[in-house]
């Protein structure tokens, strides 16, 4: 029965971590060029669960192109029908971004599968502990 504690509590800190990463992603769900996360749940050594956390490069929605809100200046230039360059002193601010790339829905339905999975394996910790108990019970 100690091996089966030990997988239902390695899955315990496993389900906790991937509702920790899917807090995450909702909570930055708004800021421009967030990616979000996923965490892959794993069978790891003695029957155990390991979480490897991997960032997911999806593109977001394009943002519109505005001025005024890029870091980086580009130097105007404009070509008149002569074909000379007019270098204008001004420079363009541009800011080419997207937004972030998080599904609210599908973030959804990540943290419903992270929060039964921690209360089935909370119920066979308790299922486990009430055996014991019976066992107990009967060897006096």
Known sequence: MIDGSYAALSALDAFSKKAAVVSNNIANMHTDGYKKSRAILEEGQNGGVEVSIQKIDTPGSPLPYEEGF???????????????????????????????????????????????????????LATQNEMQEAILDIMG
């Open 70 to 124: 890029n870091v980086q200046a580009e130097e105007a230039s404009n070509v008149d029908p002569a074909g000379e360059a007019d270098h204008n002193e001004e420079a363009a601010n541009v800011r080419a971004e997207e937004t972030s790339n998080v599904d609210p829905a599908e973030e959804t339905v990540q943290m419903i599968m992270a929060q039964r999975g921690y209360e089935a394996n909370l119920r066979s």
